[in-house]
């Protein structure tokens, strides 16, 4: 009886414990196969060796309940299960870092290799294929972007006017009639040049008045000099020949005096036609204006015609208030037509002193020459001056900035062709423009010529889409 129990007892503490050890076995088997199933997919044959070796084991026990071996052969096959476990999860676990950690670095090799090769494949897609001697055929200049002293401007509003020191209102100075006109509007005449005649009475009054003091003068001096002889000889008395000599000047004073009023008139003295008036241009011009014609009669302040030198021109600018103190006698200025593509270079040569009541302006002036003509006057213009100076680290030429894609946009010059880079611009002063952003210092670029970069890429483009 007693041998029955203690068997009893001895198989159910047995069974126990073989349950008990195939339990954690199982689980730590599955969570050694999760562990390495997470880890490295490709490689299940750890966690089927290690689940293999736990069925072994279990396996094994089971032999050794079927034999009915001792408890210290059951206790031997417990610990060599435990051991083999303990060995599968160390190694699954080691294989788990070493995947871990390939993983890790894979994906950033992977990673940055994929950027450089998107980098160069989105390069290649922009690129604008240009070889040197397209560049050189097409005229392109290349530069590097640098620094550059950039101009801040101030924009003026101007108007370009005769110079009135140049400027001349021709007008008769006598009534009359007009015989004949000979220049005509628009008309360039030399100084001394008639423009048209006149036939004055009035004129015609004071010639006579000159020749009959010319006869006057004539018979006084004949006088004078009889007398003379005569009180030298002793034969008339020296009173007679002093009356003489006054004569003959009172005479000569009266020459004069018509003589003078004549050339007041602008009226040639010795004239044949003693009515006939000249008008003649005061100096080297063009006809600007024309008042006359052929039979007319004309006042003698009325003007007639208007002769202006064009060679030199005004600019008359408006100055605010609060730019009084920018423009200065002397200071260079830039005029520049809003009608037309032209520009100038003058100085400022006279700024008011006074402010419009209405315009709330003053008035400056700038004397332009005008060798070709193309000033002329009634021409809105602007008027550029310089402010301020500053310094800029990254400039390019003003040529070389094109809008693509709505943004401002700079071709860079790589191996092949050219890069298209948007860039944020600053200031500029038409030359030289700022760049703030998206352009490194010594960057070659196309400054001249860039439109035709910009032409053939959108060439390519429509291609490309198509």
Same mark, same amino acid.
């Given at each position: 009886?007693?041998?029955?129990?203690?068997?009893?007892? $001895?198989?159910?503490?047995?069974?126990?414990?073989?349950?008990?050890?195939?339990?954690?076995?199982?689980?730590?088997?599955?969570?050694?196969?999760?562990?390495?199933?997470?880890?490295?997919?490709?490689?299940?044959? /750890?966690?089927?060796?290690?689940?293999?070796?736990?069925?072994?084991?279990?396996?094994?026990?089971?032999?050794?309940? !079927?034999?009915?071996?001792?408890?210290?052969?059951?206790?031997?096959? #417990?610990?060599?299960?435990?051991?083999?476990?303990?060995?599968?999860?160390?190694?699954?676990?080691?294989?788990?870092?070493?995947?871990?950690?390939?993983?890790?670095?894979?994906?950033?090799?992977?990673?940055?290799?994929?950027?450089?090769?998107?980098?160069?494949?989105?390069?290649?897609?922009?690129?604008?294929? *240009?070889?040197?001697?397209?560049?050189?055929?097409?005229?392109?200049?290349?530069?590097?972007?640098?620094?550059?002293?950039?101009?801040?401007?101030?924009?003026?509003?101007?108007?370009?006017?005769? &110079?009135?020191?140049?400027?001349?209102?021709?007008? =008769?100075?006598?009534?009359?009639?007009?015989?004949?006109?000979? !220049? &005509?509007?628009?008309?360039?005449?030399?100084?001394?040049?008639?423009?048209?005649?006149?036939? @004055?009475?009035?004129?015609?009054?004071?010639?006579?008045?000159?020749?009959?003091?010319?006869?006057?003068?004539?018979?006084?001096?004949?006088?004078?000099?009889?007398?003379?002889?005569?009180?030298?000889?002793?034969?008339?008395?020296?009173?007679?020949?002093?009356? /003489?000599?006054?004569?003959?000047?009172?005479?000569?004073?009266?020459?004069?005096?018509?003589?003078?009023?004549?050339?007041?008139?602008?009226?040639?003295?010795?004239?044949?036609?003693?009515?006939?008036? #000249?008008?003649?241009?005061? *100096?080297?011009?063009?006809?600007?204006?024309?008042?006359? @014609?052929?039979?007319? @009669?004309?006042?003698?302040?009325?003007?007639?015609?208007?002769?202006?030198?064009?060679?030199?021109?005004?600019?008359? %600018?408006?100055?605010?208030?609060? &730019?009084? &103190?920018?423009?200065?006698?002397?200071?260079?200025?830039?005029?520049?037509?809003?009608? $037309?593509?032209?520009?100038?270079?003058?100085?400022?040569?006279?700024?008011?002193?006074? %402010?419009?009541?209405?315009?709330?302006?003053?008035?400056?002036?700038?004397?332009?020459?005008?060798?070709?003509?193309?000033?002329? =006057?009634?021409?809105?213009?602007?008027?550029?001056?310089?402010? @301020?100076?500053?310094? /800029?680290?990254?400039?390019?030429? /003003?040529?070389?900035?094109?809008?693509?894609?709505?943004? =401002?946009?700079?071709?860079?010059?790589?191996?092949?062709?050219?890069?298209?880079?948007?860039?944020?611009?600053?200031?500029?002063?038409?030359?030289?423009?700022?760049?703030?952003?998206?352009?490194? =210092?010594?960057?070659?670029?196309?400054?001249?010529?860039? *439109?035709?970069?910009?032409?053939?890429?959108?060439?390519?483009?429509?291609?490309?889409?198509?």
């Amino acid at each position: 009886m007693n041998t029955q129990e203690e068997r009893k007892t $001895f198989t159910e503490r047995t069974s126990k414990k073989q349950w008990m050890a195939v339990v954690a076995i199982l689980v730590l088997g599955f969570a050694a196969g999760a562990l390495i199933l997470r880890t490295e997919p490709s490689k299940p044959q /750890a966690a089927g060796h290690s689940e293999a070796g736990g069925h072994s084991d279990g396996e094994h026990h089971e032999e050794g309940k !079927a034999e009915g071996k001792d408890d210290h052969d059951h206790g031997h096959e #417990e610990a060599k299960g435990h051991g083999d476990k303990e060995h599968h999860g160390e190694e699954a676990k080691a294989q788990g870092e070493k995947s871990e950690k390939s993983e890790k670095g894979a994906p950033a090799e992977a990673k940055a290799e994929a950027k450089g090769e998107s980098a160069a494949h989105k390069e290649d897609e922009e690129k604008i294929p *240009f070889t040197d001697e397209q560049v050189k055929a097409a005229g392109m200049a290349i530069e590097s972007a640098g620094p550059a002293r950039i101009k801040t401007s101030l924009q003026l509003p101007g108007e370009i006017k005769f &110079n009135e020191d140049r400027t001349a209102h021709v007008v =008769p100075r006598v009534a009359g009639v007009v015989d004949s006109v000979s !220049a &005509n509007l628009g008309q360039e005449v030399k100084r001394g040049q008639v423009l048209a005649v006149l036939s @004055s009475p009035g004129l015609s009054e004071q010639r006579s008045a000159l020749q009959s003091a010319q006869r006057r003068l004539d018979l006084a001096r004949t006088t004078y000099e009889r007398e003379k002889k005569l009180w030298e000889e002793k034969i008339s008395p020296q009173q007679d020949y002093l009356q /003489a000599q006054q004569a003959m000047q009172e005479a000569q004073i009266a020459v004069a005096n018509a003589n003078q009023k004549l050339l007041a008139l602008g009226a040639t003295p010795g004239s044949a036609a003693l009515g006939r008036y #000249e008008l003649r241009a005061p *100096f080297d011009g063009m006809v600007v204006e024309k008042h006359i @014609s052929l039979g007319e @009669s004309v006042g003698e302040a009325v003007n007639v015609f208007t002769i202006s030198d064009l060679s030199t021109v005004w600019a008359e %600018i408006s100055v605010a208030a609060n &730019n009084l &103190n920018l423009v200065r006698i002397g200071e260079p200025v830039t005029i520049r037509s809003s009608a $037309f593509d032209q520009t100038a270079s003058g100085t400022v040569s006279y700024v008011g002193s006074l %402010i419009g009541a209405q315009t709330r302006t003053a008035t400056a002036r700038v004397t332009l020459t005008n060798p070709q003509r193309v000033w002329r =006057p009634g021409l809105f213009v602007n008027v550029e001056l310089v402010s @301020s100076e500053a310094d /800029a680290p990254v400039t390019v030429s /003003a040529d070389a900035v094109q809008t693509v894609e709505e943004k =401002p946009t700079v071709f860079l010059k790589v191996p092949g062709g050219f890069l298209p880079q948007h860039v944020q611009t600053g200031r500029s002063d038409g030359k030289r423009i700022e760049i703030v952003g998206g352009l490194k =210092p010594g960057a070659a670029y196309a400054a001249s010529g860039s *439109f035709v970069i910009k032409s053939q890429q959108g060439k390519s483009s429509a291609t490309h889409t198509h």
